[in-house]
């Protein structure tokens, strides 16, 4: 799937917040539209909970669900589980309206989908923590999040600072903004640091030829055989073929490292590294051949469909399969209004922050697919009022909203991490030191001049780290930068509760 629709593999995030069985799923009666009081629709918001760690008078840590659906696997196990241990907190995950089983209507219709923002989840969020403060007793709120839930838990300090004692954010986007060209920009400076600048060469030697190809009916025809294509391109293909061939390589870099591993992720050794070492080793063929056959990287079908969704088509059994790059298709399955994270998050994508990953740069190594093909996709998907001028329009509004990268100086008791192998820090806030190097960072830490009672917006940048990777627990290779970071964000959290 294009990477600016779903976290789940590529964005924002879900990446951050899945999957598995520790707790029963509870459901909360949440309101429909929290900006019309004549409106008395209600719907069911599933959450999850657990007291293991708490004790009484401990606080609530309040996950954050994004794009994708939640789960209890996060009860037990990550960095705030960690700090929940030390402080007695009890941990809540709430699901976000109109993601997994979270159906605030009876489908994703444009008409339905008026429903599905921002603002309208930060205020189920507000009415959930005000319930569970009545009927819990819990008097102290944090809440956590990564990727766009990370965002969400900054703008609940924002939106909402008397319900919530402090926010924790990771890999958070702040900046909304139509074309994110800066996105593959980061991947390329990414792959040279991390990989390669042999690396970058024969992504962008391949990227080039793909280009070529397209233009002549035999370049079209060998496209298909390397890339197993299951139908001919058309001219209609071109850019949404070029992303998606693209995609593999933009979500390695997002997840570089990041100990998806506890959550059942098996293509966990698929780094920088072993990208750039696939991408120039010479007896893997021409560079074009080594691109195409980059998906055999990922070591089964669980990981190909979580890098590649929507677009493997299986026919028979695992190994017959082919790599569908109908734009068509693509269309088609994204316009019946389901709820698929697809769709849901494309939406919202169209309707408040763009975050369009194009290549209107000539400062990365990839070709094809401009601004256009996505704000063609969204006018496609949901109507012709989803044009450009009205997308600009929203997200002009996100910004104005919530400050983009200002909110920074609005909030106090937040802590903002990024990872400078992600590619999202380019729409997050850091500093301007945050460029330094390790040795920088820690006296920049050192001398914070910190104290307990400090009240500030404290930035956490490690550069070596990717995308959420400070929510993920500590693992013996994990840089020790990471882990510093880890220990700095419990010393802010605990310091909240003194």
Not at 59 to 76: H, K, N, R, S
Not at 149 to 158: A, E, F, H, R
Not at 310 to 337: H, L, V
Not at 429 to 436: A, E, G, L, V
Request: overall charge negative.
């Amino acid at each position: 799937m294009l990477k600016m629709f779903l976290s789940v593999c590529h964005l924002l995030l879900l990446i951050c917040c899945i999957s598995s069985g520790f707790a029963e799923e509870q459901w909360f009666e949440q309101t429909l539209d929290h900006f019309d009081h004549e409106n008395h629709r209600t719907w069911s918001q599933r959450y999850f909970v657990s007291d293991k760690y708490y004790t009484p008078g401990g606080p609530a840590f309040l996950q954050i669900g994004g794009e994708g659906p939640a789960g209890p696997v996060w009860l037990d196990q990550g960095h705030w589980i960690e700090i929940a241990k030390e402080v007695g907190a009890k941990c809540f995950i709430l699901e976000h309206r109109f993601y997994g089983e979270s159906h605030p209507t009876n489908d994703t219709s444009v008409e339905n989908l008026q429903f599905l923002s921002s603002e309208q989840a930060l205020a189920d969020i507000a009415r959930f923590i005000t319930n569970k403060t009545v009927t819990s007793g819990l008097k102290t709120w944090i809440t956590f999040g990564g990727s766009y839930p990370g965002s969400l838990s900054l703008w609940m300090k924002l939106k909402y600072p008397h319900l919530i004692k402090g926010a924790m954010s990771a890999s958070a986007p702040l900046l909304a903004k139509m074309d994110f060209y800066e996105y593959n920009e980061v991947v390329n400076r990414s792959l040279t640091k991390f990989g390669s600048p042999k690396c970058v060469e024969n992504i962008a030697i391949a990227t080039k030829a793909v280009d070529t190809m397209l233009q002549s009916d035999t370049g079209r025809q060998q496209l298909m055989k390397l890339f197993n294509l299951c139908s001919p391109l058309s001219a209609d293909d071109y850019e949404y073929f070029q992303n998606a061939i693209a995609d593999s390589i933009a979500d390695t870099v997002q997840y570089n490292r990041d100990n998806r591993a506890f959550e059942g992720a098996t293509d966990g050794n698929v780094t920088i590294s072993v990208l750039c070492d696939h991408m120039t080793d010479q007896s893997l063929g021409s560079e074009i051949e080594r691109y195409a056959t980059i998906p055999s990287l990922f070591g089964n079908a669980v990981d190909r469909k979580r890098v590649f969704s929507r677009r493997y088509r299986t026919y028979g059994n695992e190994m017959d399969k082919c790599f569908d790059a109908s734009y068509a298709n693509f269309i088609q399955s994204m316009k019946t209004p389901t709820f698929d994270a697809g769709r849901t998050w494309t939406f919202q994508t169209c309707t408040e922050f763009g975050w369009f990953q194009s290549t209107d740069s000539s400062k990365q190594p990839f070709r094809g697919f401009p601004v256009g093909l996505f704000t063609d996709i969204c006018i496609k998907v949901f109507g012709s009022s989803f044009n450009p001028t009205n997308i600009q329009n929203s997200i002009m509004e996100t910004n104005a909203n919530y400050g983009a990268r200002d909110v920074a100086s609005q909030i106090t008791n937040a802590v903002l991490f990024n990872g400078g192998v992600d590619p999202w820090h380019a729409m997050s806030y850091t500093t301007p030191t945050d460029s330094s190097p390790y040795r920088k960072i820690v006296a920049r830490f050192d001398k914070a001049n910190y104290t307990d009672q400090s009240p500030t917006f404290h930035t956490l940048f490690v550069p070596s780290s990717a995308h959420c990777a400070i929510m993920y627990p500590d693992k013996p290779e994990d840089p020790p930068e990471l882990r510093y970071a880890r220990a700095q964000a419990s010393k802010y959290v605990k310091s909240w509760l003194k």
